[in-house]
């Protein structure tokens, strides 16, 4: 099956006609281009009195995305996409993706760091601004994580989801692939940086939903090797972030909030809640994009991966749930309620990025009608 939206490049160009260049776009688009410079410099932070007038006006610009984001309601798009994208270049360097050794020379870098925490810090407090975290502390944890798995493991069919299982086209489809593919081609990776310390019942549950996720070890049973040959079917970039200038903020957002809980052991009870939501609530999602491609009558190819992932995630989800979620919270019980809190940001990202991806995919469509 081949068309005129197969290649990453043609993606992007149908994307930028959809998203017109306004001022404040355009000077996010050079601050960001100014960051990538400065991230490519060899040993950044002893050479960046080199490049101080560069740094200075990156810096200008990335204070003004903050207020923009962040201090006015909901924040202006642009500014949220500019510094998800930076907090991104930042927390893709503690993955490795067998490249050039030389990309990785400012890993630890101080500045970055710095950029980092910045963004952090003020994304952070506007997230949980939008969580009644004082309510969280009160609950009953156990209760209330087996009540929401409840909940979400067949949830009711939402607009989003409606309109991908009875009416996205075959160009929508693919776009689908290819903002999915963001995540899909690197699947689990964010996973293997909570596995180490001790040894327990909750690790080496960790551990099994890693190696699923993994194959196994085989990379023909790997996940993001059927997400691959979906991508194939179609003619499709299948190198990882081929699509990331398709990805919505919304989405780049729920990836960099798994950089920071599995970076930071004081968070682990949080990601261990948010992967319990994206382990339980996974299959749902799944089918309804399998829904669509049947729809579609699409090739088995072409689907694949999300009939390997409904039979799989079911199970995780339990494991998690039983197995992870609820012995924490007994063995936490004045943090539990981190678990929650954790459970609920990732419902609340998850559904802000369907939306933003379903609009994205509606543009599209409409673009090349």
Not at 63 to 79: F, L
Not at 196 to 211: I, M, P, Y
Not at 230 to 248: H, K, Q, R
Request: proline content about 2%; aromatic content about 10%.
């Amino acid at each position: 099956m081949q068309s005129n939206l197969v290649t990453s490049s043609n993606f992007e160009q149908v994307a930028k006609t959809i998203q017109p260049k306004e001022k404040t776009a355009t000077q996010y688009e050079r601050a960001e281009q100014q960051f990538l410079e400065l991230l490519a410099i060899d040993d950044l932070d002893n050479q960046l009195h080199q490049e101080a007038a560069k740094a200075r006006e990156f810096e200008q610009t990335l204070s003004t995305a903050i207020d923009a984001a962040y201090q006015n309601g909901y924040g202006e798009d642009h500014a949220h996409l500019f510094l998800q994208r930076i907090l991104y270049w930042i927390n893709r360097l503690k993955l490795f993706w067998y490249d050039d050794l030389r990309h990785y020379t400012n890993e630890r870098s101080l500045y970055l760091s710095c950029c980092r925490n910045q963004i952090e810090a003020a994304w952070q407090d506007w997230e949980l601004a939008q969580i009644d975290v004082p309510a969280l502390q009160k609950l009953n944890v156990k209760q209330a994580l087996i009540e929401r798995a409840t909940a979400d493991l067949d949830p009711p069919l939402s607009s989003e989801s409606r309109y991908i299982r009875e009416q996205m086209s075959e160009v929508g489809y693919r776009h689908l692939l290819a903002i999915a593919s963001f995540d899909g081609l690197v699947e689990g990776s964010r996973l293997s940086r909570i596995l180490g310390g001790a040894a327990n019942e909750v690790q080496c549950t960790l551990v099994r939903v890693l190696l699923e996720e993994y194959g196994n070890g085989r990379l023909s049973r790997k996940h993001s090797t059927f997400f691959a040959q979906m991508l194939a079917e179609f003619g499709m970039n299948t190198e990882p972030e081929g699509y990331f200038d398709l990805v919505p903020w919304e989405v780049l957002a729920g990836a960099n909030q798994n950089f920071l809980t599995t970076e930071r052991k004081r968070y682990f009870l949080r990601y261990s809640g948010a992967l319990t939501y994206f382990e339980v609530a996974g299959p749902a999602a799944y089918r309804n994009y399998l829904a669509a491609a049947q729809r579609l009558q699409l090739s088995e190819a072409a689907m694949g991966y999300w009939a390997l992932h409904i039979k799989e995630d079911e199970r995780h989800g339990q494991w998690m749930l039983d197995s992870v979620a609820l012995p924490l919270a007994e063995q936490y019980p004045r943090d539990g309620w981190e678990l929650v809190l954790g459970y609920d940001q990732e419902k609340l990202m998850s559904d802000r990025a369907a939306q933003a991806v379903v609009l994205s995919i509606r543009a599209v469509e409409q673009a090349t009608l």
